[in-house]
């Protein structure tokens, strides 16, 4: 592809430095396929030209579904013409992402057949993303993708793919089978996933405790976090040998830090106030082999985080203090199917599910929804200083 | 209560779409409310989700992205 090789000074720039580089990777890609080398040379237009080239949306897809294909242009076809056309795929990635090599395999060969070559592993929704194909390559991609066991994944006012922590898979303080109960959600609803019914987009993260490695608090209308409800589990055997061992100093570094001040330590025994305990995981965090969540576990069920878009950004909060997850999950498709009843009735366009409740009301909204308010739904101390209780009653 | 058929859902929401292009982007909710209060109570939102789907599947519509998802013509049609 030498003919089309450009000069990008500036991206040479983000090539320098000890950390791994996207320019390399574009560069390696644009060996092979004209479509990267266009993508460069845009990306270094942008650079040069201080604003960005790309515009998205519009009519592209394939039969029958309205998500998994972002229309992405250019505003410079003239210069750039191999990426006239540069549309996004998402592909639903496997919960977990766990792939076989031969899985791999496969969806790069269909990407290069078809597309840039150009990858991102993975978006920020989850899925396996493709970037930069031509309208014509749609149909035939979907097909392959189809043949190799893969489907696409959500865009636009749907539910967006469902993704989760590795879970169960990996970690031995998922309080819930996060894998399991993404794969039956994204099952379940298809007709959710792939045909735009929503005000708005609704993305579904969950997190098997509450490190939340997923992020879900910050990024999903529905987070669902690992949780449990009985004792933070100790083995004191372990405790004994952290304390001995001289990599944590049990007072400062775990006792200080707990949030709640839950925890006390007298050089010897470490006591738990579990009544108290916020299930942090800091404590956990730090002594992995001497401390483990309860074993009646579960999850606890937030609404309405979301980035700044059209308002600002919102982080989930409490609308299910604890749920068992187990499946068929019928509790928590019961609560979806309310929220969605209720938001996609009365949702305005482009307004997400937690701006929705701010709209509304708390107190509306879960009247609407049947739920009954509990303590753990409050979002922050009130701050109005003019409601008063009469401590009698 | 009248009967009334996913065909005749289908019908009357392309006809709306329709009647729209070009004037107003029409949202999956758009078409389901408008179609509950065309046909009463014996219209619900499945059987309006199942019309949506035909006019899909039949390709006489398609999705758009303009901010939000709408059902508009396809651009062959227009």
Known sequence: MADKKRSTPKLDELEKGPWPSFVKEMKQAAEKSATAADALGILERSYNDKIGHWKHGGIVGVKGYGGGVIGRYNDIPQDFPDVAEFHTVRVNQPAGWFYTSDALRKLCDIWERHGSGLTNMHGSTGDIVFLGTKTPELEPIFSELTEAGFDLGGSGSDMRTPSCCCGMARCEWACYDTMGLTYDLTMHYQDELHRPAFPYKFKIKAAGCPNDCVASVARADLSIIGTWRDNIQMNKDAVAACATGGKVDIGKDVVAKCPSKCMDWDGKNLSIDNGNCVRCMHCINVMPKALAPGKDRGATILVGSKAPIIEGALLSAVMVPFLKLEAPYSDLKELIGAMWELWGEHGKNRERIGEFIQRVGLGNFLEQIGLEPVPEMVTQPRTNPYIFYDVKK | ?78
């Not at chain 2, 065309?38 to 390709?59: H, N, P, V, W, Y």
């Open chain 2, 1 to 78: 209560m009248n009967d009334i058929n996913e065909q005749q859902v289908a019908e009357a929401m392309y006809a709306m779409v329709k009647e729209y292009h070009g004037k107003k982007n029409l949202k999956a909710m758009d078409l389901t409310k408008a179609m509950i209060e065309k046909f009463g109570e014996a219209c619900t939102k499945d059987l309006c989700k199942a019309a949506i789907r035909q006019l899909m599947d039949s390709e006489r519509c398609t999705y758009s992205y303009v901010g939000g998802s709408y059902i508009v013509l396809p651009p062959e049609k227009k």
